[in-house]
């Protein structure tokens, strides 16, 4: 019962901040569902209950989406999201780089978990320093931004730090930019679950369909409640608590320990 109620509070908690804060679903969720599951997994039904709540907030916000914007960069992340996908699938096949004992308990530390654990505390950074929170890019390396934004999307899930800090300078109103900014997710989870599908089936099939139904009505409930409280202005010392404790995942995930 536990993972159930962890998974679906971190679920409306997430999907909530992401329509005012710089935090992404699958930032947070990503590492809840690696404590019960394989990594690579972890990923891939992270991305399903992200997809599926892009898609329930998409039907909220979807008549401000700029057009112009979502092809500029959407094509580009559509396609190298395909290509971190590979990449992930590439990483859960190699053996584990190191393991050691301690306390009479085994622990395997692999090039997957150094990879994801690296990639989660490079995009909590962009919370906790207040340049990179800043950042933004000149509109027309709105291709670069995507191409950059779907490889590591369909890699590891994060991608909203990256997106956000290209389309901060496309002239968006706030409107427009969230409602921009979920089509492109969404781009990016369809074609990185397509790959996930293909690869991680079986895994996938194994898992409690109780549990991701649950999880995808939580994401639901938090996107509705978020895009009501859309005015309202994102507390700062959240954030840090919540990057801060990402972090110390991301630490245990590289140590083996996780």
Known sequence: MLPYLLICIISLVGSGLT????????????????????LETAVALTAIVHFLNNVFKLLLVYK???KQVVLKFGLPSVLTAIIGAYVLLHLSTLPEIY?????SHLFKISGLKLILAALIIFFCLFDLIPALANLSFNAKYLPLGGALSGFFGGL???????RSAFLLRAGLNKESYIATGVLIACMIDISRLSIYAASFNQNLLEVDPILMIAATLSAFAGAFIGNRLIKKVTIQSFKYFVASTLII?????ASGIL
């Open 19 to 38: 329509f005012f804060s710089g935090f992404g679903l699958g930032t947070i969720l990503m590492p809840v569902f690696a404590l019960y599951f394989p």
């Open 64 to 66: 401000h989406a700029n």
């Open 99 to 103: 393991s050691y004992n301690f306390q």
């Open 156 to 162: 590891s899930g994060n991608q909203g730090a990256l």
């Open 249 to 253: 995942f991301s630490i245990l995930l």
